[in-house]
């Protein structure tokens, strides 16, 4: 019986360091690398040979995934002077990022002149979805491809879903679903505002709605472990969320689909963007409701404690 394949990993942030962690933990040979050196010298003490650039993983790894924050970013990983495709042992290259179908085709089209595969593979469920290896993975590509790194996928996600085979439809799956669940996170917002400025309590009204036929994600979940208690500690930056919505809307315009209601969602957004810090969570898209119709969503002493 012949040894896996080592795998390599570039990208040791909120979803990749734990990603790093459940592969190693499950025993894959990982080489690894971050910009961040420390990021990656921590997963040593694990057994991740650490690599000074995406160009070294990819001449010790056959099959590389790349866990990034931006398409540019992306881009640079890949096909830079120090890039993957420039890897002597890599075969597969699997994106986990959020770039758009757009980059996807582009990315897709360079590895091939370099024989080398392409699977685009975004993941949603945030960090506690990779902790708790809930995470949905939504792939495109050859479908013998996408069965051939199939096994890593499940070593960190609940649902392995493969889209399509064009590269570049795992991304729109991704970003339609982002697009819905920055909706479903504005217009709770707005929904609970006026409630709160009706004099209703917030956490009777989110019982409401999720008995009856508003429950959705943001009632379910985000308000009532990140907003109410005041803590905003999602794992998925506001500045990620709003780069999603604006992906999607361009992929609509590329395509020349009219988006009218993604159009106003991607306004909210890059309102709440345009006031928010660097590492502020995407749940306080709240805060810019609040500023607007001058009431509290939170209990104030939730919000008093979380300050």
């Not at 080592?6 to 962690?21: D, F, K, Q, Y």
């Not at 609509?252 to 009218?260: E, G, K, L, S, T």
Request: proline share 4%; net charge negative; aromatic share 4%.
């Amino acid at each position: 019986m012949t040894a896996s394949p080592r795998v390599g990993l570039i990208g040791l942030g909120a979803m990749g360091g734990p990603m790093a962690r459940l592969l190693l933990g499950s025993g894959h040979v990982l080489a690894v690398h971050d910009e961040r050196h420390d990021a990656a010298e921590q997963l040593a003490g694990d057994g991740a040979v650490v690599c000074v650039s995406p160009r070294d993983v990819a001449d010790s790894a056959e099959i590389v995934l790349a866990s990034l924050p931006t398409p540019d970013i992306v881009r640079d990983v890949a096909l830079g002077e120090h890039g993957v495709v420039h890897g002597t042992a890599v075969r597969t290259f699997v994106d986990l990022s959020t770039t758009g179908a757009k980059t996807a085709e582009e990315l897709a089209a360079a590895f091939a002149e370099r024989a080398i595969d392409y699977v685009d593979a975004p993941v949603s469920g945030g960090v506690a979805g990779v902790e708790s290896r809930t995470l949905a993975v939504m792939a495109s590509g050859e479908r013998a491809v996408f069965e051939r790194v199939r096994p890593l996928f499940e070593v960190f996600a609940a649902n392995v879903i493969w889209v399509g085979p064009s590269p570049g439809q795992g991304q729109t799956a991704k970003l339609l679903n982002n697009l819905l669940s920055a909706t479903a996170m504005a217009i709770t917002s707005e929904a609970l505002t006026l409630g709160v400025r009706a004099g209703l309590d917030t956490a009777t009204l989110l019982d409401v709605f999720n008995a009856g036929s508003g429950r959705n994600t943001a009632t379910t979940d985000k308000f009532p472990k990140h907003v109410l208690t005041g803590s905003f500690e999602s794992g998925f930056r506001l500045r990620l969320m709003t780069k999603d919505v604006e992906l999607c809307l361009a992929e609509a315009r590329r395509r020349h689909v009219p988006m009218v209601v993604g159009g106003t969602v991607q306004q909210l957004w890059t309102l709440a963007a345009a006031q928010a810090g660097e590492a502020d969570d995407h749940t306080e898209i709240v805060r810019l409701f609040e500023e607007w119709s001058g009431v509290r969503i939170a209990a104030e002493a939730a919000v008093d404690a979380g300050a």
